[in-house]
């Protein structure tokens, strides 16, 4: 799984091999999935996974990287709902309920609230497997 550089930004070629296998993620749990197993969110966001579980000690809520990765999470093409649709935008149009996910992501992270966070994912979770699995799996 790729994790980005050292300053925790992904670059083009990175973002492509991230797509590239969350798509093949995607068909391996189709292929040998029991069709109704849902999706966690190392599945559909897997950058965005790893960074939500960083440590979230004072001295990150301080850091370059924090700062970094509160930029990309307030961008539409960028952030945790952008990941899981090949960080695309798309979804901002395309689905409210992603739009709206995708704002409380931004939100919890700008002022830190870790528990509204874990409930934001758990709430994205949920709807990406309840809307978009079947759809990416068609």
Not at 1 to 29: A, P, S, T, V
Not at 57 to 82: D, G, M, N, Q
Request: aromatic letters at 12%; glycine letters at 2%.
């Amino acid at each position: 799984m790729i994790q980005g550089n050292d300053h925790g930004l992904i670059n083009y070629e990175q973002q492509q091999q991230q797509i590239k296998k969350q798509q093949e993620r995607l068909q391996y749990h189709n292929q040998y999935h029991h069709p109704q197993q849902p999706l966690s969110l190392s599945d559909i966001s897997p950058t965005w996974d790893i960074r939500l579980k960083e440590k979230q000690s004072h001295l990150f809520l301080t850091s370059l990287t924090r700062l970094r990765w509160l930029f990309e999470i307030i961008h539409p093409k960028k952030c945790v709902v952008a990941e899981a649709y090949g960080f695309s935008s798309s979804y901002t149009n395309n689905c409210a309920e992603c739009a709206r996910i995708g704002n409380r992501f931004s939100l919890y992270f700008a002022i830190y609230l870790p528990k509204k966070i874990e409930e934001n994912q758990q709430r994205f979770v949920k709807h990406w497997n309840e809307k978009h699995l079947k759809i990416q799996c068609d």
